[in-house]
């Protein structure tokens, strides 16, 4: 793309120590940002998704999460993220990376005035008590909530929904943070203030020349703001490509099955609503070959015996799929699975 | 908030009148008529005058209003029937100001010691210190405080010779009594409180304010603490009423001469008036102590000094 | 399926086999059903079984003890006053020659009949007065929550010292005294199950199938509610016992010739400093009672917090 990376993920493994084993949360994950993009991370419940979020910004819980810093890298300004201890990673936190959570409600302190929980991101960061004060009536401002002065004295219970994830936006933007990291920003909101948000997020990226990873299972969503994007599937990358290589020109099963199953309005009446059959594995005895086998219509028998190689198409666009194998039977296959050239049959 | 308040107090005064006439009802239905026969041994004028002020031949109603004409116009809280010229206002004035300074020591004993604990076990879950505080945690509820007292008074003051066993007037006496005092609120904090960081811990703000670049010691001091504190002042209330209760055992044993001792002592003389007088007043100190808590509820926790009225 | 990783790779592995669907779905662990698990969780829990076994233990010493002892709990014995544990007298005895460990056994059991009685009558009426406010609500639910503040604000042990100065010390008058002012936390608790419930869709969905209350209050009430109950009867008990000690301390508690561990350490608190073991004993039993209730409560709550759940 010809714009600078700014974040880079290699070999990424989380794992986390429960009654049951060990859970495989995250196994063998690469991706990248470049400044002033947006990258979009899809996929179920459980595949792993905010996990990874939260292992950029080193927030998982210390006393059962295995990782491995020599092996796995999170590159960020020049240092591997994972290596860092607590203080200098507390020192990144909130001004180089920035995170936004799902439920605004509970994201923010009851008892503490939202003005307030403004003021310490800065605070904690270098800004004098008093400047963050100042500052943070302008982030207000910036976030456009109306009547900025009364609501910086106010508590996040006087605020809406709406209102409240713009308040959390100010919280995570107010040291102007080179990536913002937004896990599913706008599934506990209203379809309107969905767009409001989005819309805000994407001219505050604009504005600060922001990295923003979206964290969404929303296709919706990722259509209209992604420029890239990452699906992922029971801890493994499936697809990676931008917005037109996965909408249009799809190379995974799993992507096929995610926009297959967005009812759409131009379905015949009494066609049935595709839905994906089963449940993604357990994680903690992971199936040996691809995650997915069990669930793919299309799987074949070395899909069950061997994880699948990546194949790539052309400018960052891969898919790790066994059917982009030459040997692979290639029939009844959708059609943007298939090379330019190939035909639908053998 | 001032509703608030006004509604909090006009409640307890109502509750407070509840009480009163409650216990003034069962204790007139005391087998015998207890007045009567203690007057009945009395001279002739002491009788007049009893029967005068107490309307001994009124009917049961006419007593009940009576007494609380008195109660309320003169703070006249009752007299003695089994020691006749001791009021029960004698006895507050003498006896309660001890009882006071030992259940306030204990109280702020319970509450810092508890809160602190209950606060280490929360951030230490699962380690060594955890275990070891749950542990004396629940010796400490299940151990009654006069069984503890009297482990207290065998061992340190008996065995040992640290401090005396029993008595008042110097600083030495107050060791043994607010240990005992305090131990089983010190416990009950501990254990609430400990829930209640707990599931603070794992509440989203937490998250929220480590993301934004908090160092473990700020959060805990900033975000965890008030918010865990919160219910826990709730329980203020109760432990008061335990503070009372504890008295009237612990007072005896340790030989103190609180009101709680005075209480017990009228009872078992069956002083029937000296027992509803009493009652009246710990029942105004205990609707009164619950009154202060609620408010200062309301005034710590914002969402109820601004009120739900939100937007 | 591991050893097949190293196949190497041919091209019949290639023959497609589509969507295998027993595998599609994540059963790895066996479902057990609801109580199963509690009662799984709860065994697991090594500290809240140990109390169901103490409890167990003295329960069966409290009935068994005098069977195998032999001594009369009123057996007055002027020679043998106050001795300490021996292999006659296994607990010594009192100041009145009285054999203490079959008195301890004959205490106990008034003691833990008036706490289990207490709950008891504690459980029905708050379980009646919350439903009946629970399931009528408006006004009768508004005077029921009113009546439940004001009990609230009442001193509890106040009252109780003078319902059993009024009332004497017979077990009756006990069981009343305390049970009298204990319900207002039953009452709410099991109002606040049944709005719960009410609300709940599938309860609602049965209401619109054609259930009634009653069908209602037992497939669905019950069931979600026994969990709590017994986790508010465990802990109820102890409170009593507690309740019943106290009384006797300040002399009011349960009358000779009976008595109770309460009655039993009041009258070894007397002699605490020359024969401690008169009081020794029969606070460890109370101790260990209470203890195990305890834990018990403790464990069971912990068996049924779905938080927990693994």
């Known amino acids: ?50 996990v990874t979020a939260k292992s950029i910004m080193g927030i998982l819980p210390k006393d059962n999460t295995i990782m491995d810093a020599k092996k796995s890298q999170i590159n960020f300004d020049g240092k591997n993220l994972l290596a860092l201890n607590e203080r200098e990673m507390s020192k990144v936190r909130g001004r180089d990376i920035a995170m936004i959570f799902q439920d605004p409600m509970t994201s923010l302190n009851p008892t503490m005035k939202v003005g307030e929980q403004i003021a310490e ?151 049935k609503l595709y839905s994906l059959f089963g449940t993604p594995p357990d994680l903690v005895t992971p199936p040996k070959g691809c995650p997915f086998a069990a669930r793919c219509e299309f799987a074949m028998k070395i899909c069950d015996i061997h994880p699948p190689e990546r194949h790539e198409f052309g400018e960052m666009h891969s898919a790790a799929c066994w059917l982009h194998d030459e040997r692979a039977d290639k029939r009844d296959l959708p059609a943007q699975f298939l090379k330019r050239g190939e035909s639908n049959g053998q | 908030m001032l509703k608030f308040i006004l509604k909090r107090v006009g409640f307890g005064v109502f509750t407070l009148f509840v009480i009163i006439t409650l216990t003034f009802f069962i204790i007139s239905a005391a087998p015998g008529d207890p007045i009567a026969s203690k007057a009945e041994l009395m001279p002739e004028k002491a009788q007049e005058v009893i029967r005068a002020k107490y309307g001994l031949d009124e009917p049961i109603l006419t007593r009940y209003f009576l007494y609380l004409k008195n109660l309320i116009t003169t703070g006249d809280f009752g007299e003695s029937i089994t020691y006749t010229g001791r009021t029960a206002n004698q006895y507050i004035a003498k006896n309660a100001p001890i009882s006071a300074k030992i259940g306030i020591m204990a109280l702020l004993f319970q509450v810092v010691i508890g809160i ?61 009594p607010v240990i005992a005092f305090a131990v089983g609120g010190i416990a009950s904090y501990a254990k609430y409180m400990r829930s209640s960081v707990l599931s603070v811990v794992s509440e989203d703000y937490i998250v929220t304010a480590k993301a934004k670049g908090c160092m473990p010691g700020r959060v805990a001091r900033k975000h965890m603490f008030r918010n865990s504190l919160l219910p826990i002042v709730t329980m203020t209330g109760p432990a008061i009423a335990g503070i009372f209760g504890g008295s009237f055992i612990l007072e005896k044993m340790f030989s103190i001469p609180g009101l709680g001792r005075y209480y017990i002592k009228a009872v078992s003389d069956s002083d029937y008036t000296m027992v509803l007088g009493l009652t009246a007043f710990y029942a105004m100190l205990y609707v009164v102590s619950l009154i202060v808590v609620d408010i200062t509820y309301g005034l710590v926790d914002p969402r109820i000094r601004i009120g739900k009225s939100a937007k | 399926m591991s050893d097949n990783q190293n196949m190497p790779i041919t091209e019949d592995l290639f023959e497609r086999v589509g969507i295998q669907k027993n595998r599609a779905e994540d059963l790895s662990k066996p479902a057990l059903t609801y109580w199963a698990d509690v009662w799984r969780r709860f065994r697991e829990n090594k500290l809240a079984f140990l109390g169901l076994i103490i409890l167990v233990l003295v329960i069966v010493v409290l009935y068994l003890g005098p ?232 464990g069971l709550s912990d068996a049924l917090d779905p938080k927990l759940r693994k």
């Not at chain 1, 290699?10 to 495989?24: D, E, M, S, V």
């Open chain 2, 116 to 176: 602190a604990l209950g606060m280490v076990a929360a951030l230490k879950r699962g380690k060594v210190t955890d275990h070891v505080i749950r542990v004396c945690v629940v010796l400490a509820i299940c151990i009654p405080s006069f069984v503890f007292a009297a482990l207290l008074q065998y061992y340190i003051g008996f065995k040992w010779r640290l401090v005396p066993v029993q008595g008042w007037g110097k600083p030495s006496h107050y060791v043994l």
């Open chain 3, 67 to 298: 069977l195998i002892n032999g001594s009369d709990y009123q057996f007055i014995n002027e020679i043998d006053r106050n001795q300490g544990p021996s292999m006659k007298h296994w607990f010594g005895t009192d100041t009145m020659g009285r054999d203490l460990f079959t008195r301890i056994c004959h205490g106990g059991r008034v003691s833990i009949l008036i706490g289990v009685m207490c709950t008891g009558v504690m459980f029905v009426f708050g379980s009646i007065l919350g439903s009946i406010a629970g399931f009528k609500g408006g006004v009768v639910d508004d005077v029921i929550m009113r009546i439940c503040e004001i009990v609230n604000n009442i001193p509890y042990l106040v009252l109780v010292i003078i319902l059993s100065m009024v009332m004497g010390r017979s077990l009756f008058a006990l069981v009343f005294a305390m049970s009298f002012l204990s319900w207002t936390g039953t009452t709410r608790m099991v109002r606040g199950q049944i709005l719960q419930i009410k609300e709940l869709d599938y309860v609602q969905a049965s209401t619109a199938l054609g259930g009634g209350t009653a069908h209602i209050i037992f497939k669905h009430l019950i069931p979600n509610t026994l969990g709590i109950i017994m986790v508010t009867i465990t802990m109820s008990v102890p409170g009593f016992i507690f309740g019943e000690a106290f009384l006797s301390y300040i002399g009011l508690g349960i009358e000779a010739p009976a008595t109770s561990w309460g009655a039993l350490a009041a009258a070894g608190q007397e002699r605490m400093m020359f024969y401690p073991h008169e009081l020794f004993f029969p606070c460890l039993f109370m101790v260990l009672t209470i203890l195990s209730f305890h834990l018990i409560g403790d």
């Open chain 1, 121 to 271: 991101s800065m605070y904690l960061h270098g800004i004098s008590k008093k400047e963050a004060r100042v500052e943070a009536l302008k982030m207000l401002e910036l976030v456009k909530i109306p009547n900025a002065k009364t609501r910086f004295n106010q508590y996040p219970f006087e605020f809406s929904g709406g209102m409240r994830q713009r308040a959390m936006i100010a919280v995570a933007l107010a040291c102007k943070p080179k990536i913002l990291i937004a896990d599913e920003p706008t599934t506990a909101l209203d379809v309107t203030i969905q767009a409001q948000i989005m819309d805000l997020i994407g001219e505050l990226q604009k504005e600060l020349s922001m990295g923003v990873v979206l964290i969404t299972h929303d296709l919706g969503v990722v259509a209209s703001v992604a420029d890239r994007i990452m699906v992922m599937y029971a801890g493994k990358v499936a697809e990676r490509g931008n917005k037109d290589h996965i909408f249009y020109d799809l190379k995974h099963p799993y992507t096929y099955a995610l926009l297959k199953s967005v009812p759409r309005l131009t379905v015949q009446n009494k066609e």
């Open chain 1, 1 to 50: 793309m010809g714009k600078e990376v700014i974040l880079d993920v290699k070999n990424l493994n989380i794992a986390f120590q429960t009654y049951g084993g060990i859970l495989r949360a995250v196994r063998g994950v690469n991706f990248n940002l470049h400044k002033g993009e947006t990258l979009a991370i899809v996929g179920e419940s459980g595949c792993g998704k905010t």
